[in-house]
């Protein structure tokens, strides 16, 4: 077993509030996340209700060529973070999103951590480097696409 964790910080200008709401609702997951193919709220009755701690969400994402399912659980949620774990996924794996309000500009934090396993494991340094490439250009499409609508 071999530890991973990446974190990667973007600076998006628009308020704090407006960076959460969009990263923190999954229908919005497809639109900035690249590698992502679905993203749905398991728990939700006819009605999407809001993420909560709690929440389960099923992401299906392709990651270095291969097909991956993880259904994460909501562990905590404030205007300040997401945390999320991962109940079912190749490796047991944490993702924190994090805001953190700059003037009337957020930083958007997304760190990934985990213990990968087998081939995952021999792959740590490829994976890494993966996961810190991916997760900054998601966070650029982020930014791209909250910096392209007009401010609320």
Not at 44 to 55: K, S
Not at 86 to 114: C, L
């Amino acid at each position: 077993m071999s530890h991973v964790d990446v974190t990667v910080s973007r600076t998006i200008a628009r308020p704090r509030d407006v960076v959460a709401a969009f990263m923190s609702d999954p229908a919005n997951d497809t639109r900035w996340i690249a590698g992502l193919r679905e993203a749905r709220v398991l728990d939700a009755g006819e009605e999407a209700a809001p993420i909560a701690v709690g929440t389960q969400v099923l992401r299906t994402a392709s990651f270095l060529g291969r097909r991956m399912e993880y259904l994460y659980e909501v562990d905590a949620f404030d205007e300040h973070q997401l945390a999320m774990r991962a109940v079912k996924a190749p490796f047991p794996m944490q993702t924190t999103y994090r805001w953190e309000a700059d003037g009337e500009s957020t930083v958007a934090s997304i760190d990934n951590s985990g213990d990968v396993r087998g081939a995952f494991a021999l792959m740590r340094p490829l994976l890494v480097r993966s996961l810190r490439r991916n997760v900054g250009r998601d966070l650029e499409r982020l930014r791209g696409i909250l910096e392209a609508e007009p401010p609320a």
